[in-house]
């Protein structure tokens, strides 16, 4: 696989087969998303190729016929085809680095539609492979990927020892004779081992993960809220805009894949924590759902999810099933969820959005729509956020002797101080706050002292 970044202009076509069982809706949106996701990679898809089929060519996906078409178009053939009538089609015929495939093929599928068009080929999981690793920004989602990749690449090293010849078969004995391990047998042994050490690694990055966020779970009283949702719906832009932070904002699949963990801005008491996590695509490879466990336990760690779903993308049921299924499958389908239907900005007019809203909000009782580039929208969330933690809030008296003084600091930081006296001995404290806040409270002032509790506090 030869891509570069930074070369230009690279083009490709895509080869899909529809099954009696996927409707058209279902495949030209499957199709939308490969163009999509090449897009990211800075291909342009110049044309599609079409086949409807009972089931996949056991041999080389395509059948024959296809195939045939294919390759004269990458040949730049000149036998009468649909393509040769149309001016702009003709102008990249012969001119195609890729064959981008919207399915997972295997191997032997991969080489033979290869050899059969004359072109690499790339199946969908091996675009969205590249994606990642291209976008990997921190050691731990750099192991990650590279362990999504390695194992993708294991079981085609066979093929492609067929395609290099007998000099990719032979063994590694003296002279390519006698007993040792053929190149491909060294390879895959090699990737093992490499596999090994990267997830041991991992492991290492992952305890260290949970002890940071357990102390500073415990050290700030924070809640946590996370951002779950569909590629590309604006989770990233909803994070900046309610947080503040200057987070990644682009308009690609997969811009974000390393966990980003920021304060609600304003701050609120109790003090919330918004993090952000990669986002989830019509059959994600099962490798990279695995591979990236330790950044989707973010979610698991939540005590709120915010759904985010792009309201504009008429296929956005499909999406939001796809994001329960990944939640499901990581278990965190049961942890208390809050639907966000965002983008309404580019639904249409403002008829078009009332009308879209309505029926959103009768669909989804409970739910947000909004857009993340409207303040007035996210302040309305950041409310509705915030009231759905305040739900659990307790009113306290607290006394600060003169001589703990440090430690009105934290009260004001991790309560909201409804009332403050002065008398000779100390002050007293009215405040409301998370019922451990307000005892780590108690204890680092008076470990013999108890809060009064006034009352329960209910929004």
Known sequence: MQLDPKESPQYAIVAAVQLPSVSD?????????????????????????????????????????????????????????????????????GKIDFVLVDHDISPSQARNLELAVGCEVMDRTMVILEIFHRNARSHAAKAQVEIARLGYMAPRLREAAKLAGPQGRQRSGVGGRGAGESGTELDKRKIRDRIAELKKDITAMEADRVIQRSRRQERQGLACVTLVGYTNAGKSTLMRALTGSEVLVANKLFATLDTTVRVLYPESVPRILVSDTVGFIKNLPHGLVASFKSTLDEALDASLLLHVIDASDPGFERQLAVTDEVLADIGAQDLPRLRIFNKIDHVGDDAAQASCRAALTEKYPGCVVMSARRPDDVAALRLAIIAMFQGELIEAELFLPWSAQQVRGQIYTNCAVLA?????????????GEPAAIQALREQIDPAMKPVILEDWEK
């Open 25 to 93: 809706a279902e495949f030209n949106a499957s199709l939308s998303e490969l163009r999509e996701l090449a897009k990211t990679l800075g291909i342009t898809v110049v044309h599609t190729f079409m086949q409807k089929r009972s089931s996949f060519d056991t041999t080389s996906y395509l059948g024959n016929g296809k195939c045939e078409e294919v390759k004269r178009y990458i040949d730049n053939d000149p036998v009468m085809d649909a393509w040769q009538t149309d001016a702009k089609l003709l102008e990249y015929a």
């Open 420 to 432: 403050e006296r002065s008398e000779e001995d100390g002050t007293y404290f009215t405040v409301r």
